[in-house]
């Protein structure tokens, strides 16, 4: 493997979605959200190879899907998100410059934005992690729900995946004690990294309640039409 490894995370359980099976398995279209993902991960030339963290109990069914993928690895994955990207990150070979970290739940990631995440590393960020501009005015509250703070809204972003970084920043920032974090970036950023945001898109939004599955649907439906 060079130049960059993707790491898919699909172990997440989906409670909020609430199928018979995890999340990343819904199919979308007849095909399980993962493999939408690493698909598409799979299409991007500077991305030399994948690795799954599959939902615990479904490893085998997970290698089985991509059995025919000699790039593809999979990897039992963790209790919270940020284990099962720390398990994933442990077999990325030592030799890649950079690593993404990918939602199987964003399955229809335009390709400029993971491309975009790559163009900033190569450009010389430790990070970059695609945003897009809140619609709402975001509240901080305290454990009483009083609001304590009103960020400005015009320099909040709602950030997305791929998330993208250099391979030795991200180990860096994985290693960190207790690190736990609903995204990566949070943890680069404690290590001092600098990460940058740059334009995502409303397609890449995730998938976590049936509302979603039934939009993600559409859009398929949509870029089948539009590919003939
Ligand atoms: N994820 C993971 N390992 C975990 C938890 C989450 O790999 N222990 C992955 C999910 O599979 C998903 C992504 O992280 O692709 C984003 O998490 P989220 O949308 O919260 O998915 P779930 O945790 O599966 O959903 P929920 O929180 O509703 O249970
Ligand atoms: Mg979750």
Avoid: W
């Avoid at 130049?3 to 989906?14: F, L, N, S």
């Amino acid at each position: 493997m060079t130049g960059y490894a993707c790491v898919v995370t699909a172990a997440g359980r989906g409670e909020r979605l609430g199928a018979e099976m995890p999340k990343a398995l819904v199919p979308i279209g007849g095909r399980a959200m993962l493999i939408h993902a690493v698909s598409l991960m799979r299409a991007r030339p500077r991305i030399s190879g994948i690795v799954v963290a599959a939902p615990v109990g479904e490893t085998e069914n997970v290698r089985a899907l991509f059995a025919d993928f000699a790039d593809v690895t999979v990897v039992t994955g963790g209790e919270s998100r940020t284990d099962s990207v720390r398990a994933a990150v442990a077999v990325v070979p030592d030799d890649v410059a950079g690593i993404l970290v990918h939602d199987a739940a964003r399955p229809f990631v335009p390709a400029h934005v993971v491309d975009t995440v790559i163009d900033a590393i190569e450009d010389g960020a430790d990070g970059a992690v695609p945003g897009i501009p809140v619609i709402d005015t975001i509240k901080e509250v305290g454990p009483d729900d009083v609001i304590v703070a009103t960020p400005r809204r015009a320099s909040l972003r709602a950030v997305q995946t791929p998330q993208g970084f250099r391979a030795d920043v991200l180990r860096a920032a994985l290693a960190l004690p207790d690190a736990d974090a609903t995204d990566d970036a949070q943890l680069v950023e404690r290590v001092g990294g600098k990460v940058r945001v740059v334009p995502g898109h409303p397609d890449a939004f995730k998938v976590t309640t049936p509302d979603d599955v039934a939009r993600a649907e559409a859009l398929l439906t949509e870029r089948i039409a539009h590919a003939d």
